[in-house]
């Protein structure tokens, strides 16, 4: 396992993935975290307002602040990217040609797009890269507390990717809500709505991820011809109308990342 990660930036992303590097067992005496907001850091971990100083390259550094702050941020963190450095961006529509104009020096660099569940171990996490294989392993071994990792076959697959796997939690969160909200209106406690929903999402998920099937098929064998579950899902499936909404969904997110890419071209 890396010895040295240095981590600018641990809002909401970044914090959920060294909550879960940690919880995963990677030392906290590890990691240098430099957030002029971070209040507080978990035990063990060193926590810096500013870019330490006279240090020289880092095993791994984590790219973790918002895509934007980029051309500022990049004269700050270039010096601890040296020629064995594993540069891992979480900045979402900046490109590999945008990070590596920003740190030529970087030996290796790792496009991640996580999302929250990482914290739990349990996220999928897209990557892409200029990486050799030892590159490759090592970003595999960071990425194995945190999820399941895949690796994308070309960098065009990243907005989509983004919009389905790291923007994803909010629309399942959205689907939660508007089940208990359609409950609520045909008569449940609103209060007893929400949490007959979220537990049945969880349990479902769950079964879904043990399950040798797929989630079409899972949904065929719950319906029964005329039944109760099959009138809801023709609902569903009326005109392809859920299908649609989600294509809708992820056309409009992965337009948005394209936009931020073309963005952080232009101020590169």
């Avoid at 900046?94 to 740190?103: I, K, P």
């Avoid at 929250?116 to 490759?136: C, F, M, N, W, Y």
């Avoid at 399950?211 to 579950?229: I, M, Y």
Wanted: glycine share 10%; charged share 20%; proline share 5%.
């Amino acid at each position: 396992m890396t010895k040295t990660i240095l981590q600018f930036g641990c809002g909401n992303m970044g914090g959920a993935m060294l909550q879960g590097w940690l919880a995963g067992g990677v030392a906290a005496e590890s990691f240098t975290v430099v957030d002029p907001f971070l209040e507080a850091a978990p035990a063990g971990v060193r926590l810096l307002k500013a870019a330490p100083d006279g240090e020289g390259a880092y095993d791994v550094v984590l790219l973790g602040f918002k895509p934007q702050q980029l051309p500022d941020a990049a004269v700050r963190v270039q010096p601890f990217v040296g020629s064995k450095t594993l540069l891992l961006s979480i900045l979402a529509g900046v490109d590999l040609a945008t990070l590596r104009g920003a740190f030529p020096e970087a030996g290796a660099i790792v496009r991640v797009m996580p999302n929250l569940a990482a914290a739990l171990g349990k996220s999928p996490i897209a990557l892409v890269g200029e990486a050799d294989a030892a590159a490759r392993a090592a970003t595999d071994a960071l990425m194995a507390p945190l999820g399941q990792a895949e690796w994308l076959s070309g960098e065009d697959q990243m907005d989509l990717v983004t919009a389905l796997a790291g923007s994803g939690p909010a629309f399942v969160y959205r689907f939660i809500d508007a089940l208990a909200e359609g409950a609520a209106a045909l008569g449940l406690p609103r209060k007893q709505a929400d949490r007959l929903a979220l537990s049945m999402v969880e349990g479902a998920a769950m079964l879904a991820a043990a399950s040798e099937h797929g989630p079409a098929e899972l949904a065929r064998r719950v319906a029964s011809p005329g039944g109760v579950t099959q009138v809801g899902i023709d609902v569903l499936d009326q005109d392809q109308r859920l299908v649609a909404l989600m294509t809708d969904t992820l056309r409009g997110a992965q337009d948005r990342c394209r936009e931020m890419t073309a963005q952080a071209r232009s101020q590169s």
